[in-house]
């Protein structure tokens, strides 16, 4: 790789580091082709990516970014995890990680805040982007669905009681 591809790379890494929400560096020693495709493609369905580049250069494009913090976890065989959505990235990690023992969460970044190991499995239990998009939606519409039952519902009163006292009528 000659200087202008390096320079390039580290111009890309940098762009991630400041455009992902959350960050995840993990160690893959020992992972197949096969189990880096599946990790991938877990990354894909998610909205995820998942990068593998040469430490040396990622340290240079963390270098004053956000996620400086994840400088101390570039160390032998790293990939990284990122996605835009705060919380993606790290619920693939950690789903792939149950399933494959030699995929190891070293740690990561979100935002400005260092997450280590645990705070990477905190962040992986938080709902994503459109789990909270969603209840919020319902929070919204619960309470306009109220507001009509309940303007609906003093009109079907009054017709029961003009109904009521149109029966007594007809009985006297």
Request: net charge negative; aromatic share 4%; hydrophobic share 45%.
């Amino acid at each position: 790789m000659d200087r202008a591809q390096k320079e390039k790379l580290v111009d890309e890494l940098g762009q991630i580091f400041e455009s992902s929400g959350v960050v995840v560096v993990a160690r893959y020693e020992g992972l197949t082709v096969a189990d880096m495709q599946s990790l991938r493609g877990m990354a894909r369905e998610a909205e995820a990516s998942v990068r593998v580049a040469k430490n040396r250069l990622a340290r240079i494009a963390v270098k004053d970014t956000q996620c400086e913090s994840i400088d101390e976890y570039l160390g032998g065989m790293t990939v990284l995890t990122y996605s835009e959505d705060p919380v993606a990235a790290a619920k693939v990690a950690e789903d792939f990680a149950k399933t494959n023992d030699k995929f190891e969460i070293l740690g990561g970044a979100m935002g400005g805040s260092a997450l280590d190991r645990a705070g990477v499995e905190a962040v992986s239990k938080m709902p994503s982007r459109d789990e909270l998009i969603a209840s919020i939606v319902g929070c919204i519409g619960a309470p306009a669905s109220n507001i009509a039952g309940a303007i609906g519902a003093p009109a079907s009163d009054i017709a029961s009681i003009l109904s009521t006292i149109e029966e007594k009528a007809e009985a006297a």
